[in-house]
């Protein structure tokens, strides 16, 4: 099994030091995970220490180590992005978006804003973001693909048809989208993305893979299981890890 989406850094509330790596590969091989990929916020770009990740990887024989990067999706940041990837040889990168016109939406402290805002727009002008971010060619994967959702507010109209340009784009581009099971403990209470977007995704051929969205070492890979196993049933037959930027497929049974 697969947890693609974890964050040795946190909030930058730790270093990327020996101590810490281990805490994160010692508890993938507990829970039995074939592969974990970390990747950092690009804002902690500084604290990173992707070298000393590769050496203590070395370590742990049975787990497959891949290091990526959660790059924050801003339409005019592009370049910026771009830099930051020229500098590493990353295995898979991760295009988020957290904020859009100026607006960090996830932050707790912006939960009344979403209350008070037309849900409608709200859902339009994210996936308008999403879509973007899928078009840049910067990524291999679209994290937490409807993240909107995380305080509770629900559209009126068919989320199949707010992120429809979004999902036509991450089809015809090849990405892939996570089941992120984080959602479950943020207001939302379920998995992103929800279960009729799943079903749609697998409908259009989209591939998945998973991640936890850890932000600490205790929480690698919870409940990745019971999202591989709701995949299986709607009748995905496969999940996708990366090493240098190229898919690998995982039979899920």
Known sequence: MLDMHVHLLGHNDREANRENIRAFLDKASRCGLKEIGFADHDYY?????????????????GLAVRIGLE????????????????????????????EFDGWAFDM???????????????????????TLAAKSGLF?????????????????????????????????RGLVLEVNTNGRYKPVAEFYPER????????????????????????????IEEASRMLHQIGVHSIVGFASLEKVSYKLH
């Open 45 to 61: 770009w500084d604290q990173m220490n992707f070298p000393l990740i590769r050496e203590v990887a070395a370590d742990y024989p």
């Open 71 to 98: 790059a924050e999706y801003r339409p005019h940041e592009e370049g910026r992005i771009k830099h930051l990837l020229g500098q590493f040889p990353f295995d898979f990168v991760i295009g988020s978006v957290h």
């Open 108 to 130: 707790p402290e912006e939960e009344p804003i979403h209350h008070k805002k037309d849900a409608d727009k709200l859902y339009a002008r994210y996936f308008e973001v999403v």
């Open 140 to 172: 291999t994967t679209i994290g937490h693909f409807d993240l909107i959702k995380l305080f509770g507010v629900r559209p009126r109209k068919d989320i199949l048809t707010l992120a429809d340009e979004a999902l036509t784009n991450v089809a015809e």
């Open 196 to 223: 009729r977007l799943v079903e749609e995704i697998r409908r259009r051929g989209i591939e998945f893979t998973l991640g936890s969205d850890a932000h600490c070492a205790q929480v690698v890979g919870r409940d």
